[in-house]
């Protein structure tokens, strides 16, 4: 019949334009999906190579206007000291973690468990400004290295500015503001697929029992300001409870919970996760300090494929030097 073929040709046309758009967005989905499992394992697995917290009492801040925090690596290591020493402001660290993980991918089923090495390297420089005004930069970069699924394998590199301010009347309240650059990057390169401009702002109460326990509380929250891609582009609130205490002088322990809410600024999308952190840390000599950690976290999403159970347990070798 005329015009048959020409009909048929049209719809097997249709009918691959349709599987075609199907595939990709099924293949941006995918993309978009990835993206954000890779925010959430570098939050779980990052592990901060510089303090974040400049007022430790070897660095000369005394009167009880400078303790430690459920945000900082050193928690629980810090020591009241009989004399101040001299204020230094720069830190430069090297940590070298590795990380037994129960669910590599952070996937809702058929969880694979997998062995990561993450090295770390960064430098902080935080002046004091004032005898209770510190400000802070920081440049971090951290790779992921995966045993068996390579492919998952990438970096993460960070630029932050901010200021901490302590109040002493207020039972040593401590504010901070932080800009904060984030990329992530494929592995051993410096290409990006994912960056984020974001505000972090944080506010801390701890509370001294005795010489070398501390308990904290807290709440942060960290605003996206632009992301490209756009479709993880995400804000974060949660609020903290922290305790830590110094066995020795060379061993600390710690606890930190967290519970976050992460709302998704280009989907309908809401996650609430529970995080609770343990750590071990002992000191070897003044730079070189080796240390334990675990993880476990729960994500449970308003898109449910998106919920997640992760354990997480490694070690770290760590050397840090102030000047």
């Known amino acids: 019949m005329p015009g048959v073929p020409h009909l048929v040709g049209f719809r097997l046309r249709l009918v691959a334009g349709v599987l075609a758009t199907v595939a ?3 293949s941006v989905s995918l993309l978009r999906a990835q993206q954000v499992s890779v925010q959430d394992r570098a939050e779980l697995l990052r592990t901060p190579t510089t303090s974040n917290d400049p007022y430790s009492e070897e660095n000369g801040v005394d009167n009880g206007r400078a303790v430690e925090s459920p945000n900082d690596t050193d928690i629980g290591e810090q020591e009241i000291l009989k004399r101040v020493e001299r204020y230094e402001p720069f830190t430069a660290s090297v940590a070298t973690p590795f990380y037994y993980t129960s669910n590599v991918a952070l996937a809702r089923t058929g969880e694979q468990s997998d062995v990561l090495f993450a090295p770390a390297a960064g430098v902080t420089y935080a002046p004091r400004l004032t005898s209770t005004l510190y400000g802070s930069f920081t440049l971090q970069r951290q790779e992921f290295y995966y045993n068996k699924f390579s492919a998952l394998n990438f ?49 801390e109460l701890p509370f001294r029992f005795g010489r070398a326990q501390q308990l904290s509380l807290g709440v942060d929250t960290n605003v996206s300001l632009d992301a490209n891609p756009s479709a993880p582009q995400r804000d974060e ?26 709302d998704y600024r280009s989907i309908d999308r ?10 071990a840390n002992y000191r070897i000599t003044k730079y070189f300090s080796v240390g334990a950690a675990s993880t476990l976290a729960w994500s449970q999403s308003s898109k449910s494929v998106f919920d997640y159970n992760v354990a997480n347990i490694g070690g770290a070798l760590s050397l840090t030097f102030k000047f």
């Open 155 to 203: 970096g993460s590199s960070d630029f932050r500015a901010g200021l901490s301010y302590i109040l002493p009347k207020a039972h040593n309240l401590m504010l901070h503001a932080e800009y904060d650059y984030n990329r992530l990057t494929f592995s051993n390169s410096f290409n990006g697929f994912f960056s984020n401009h974001s505000i972090f702002l944080s506010a």
């Open 237 to 262: 609130f949660d609020v903290y409870a922290g305790y830590a205490v110094s066995l020795t002088r060379s061993l600390s322990v710690s606890a930190v919970g967290r519970i976050f809410v992460r």
């Open 24 to 26: 990709v967005l099924a």
């Open 270 to 279: 809401t996650d609430v996760s529970e995080i609770l952190a343990l750590t």
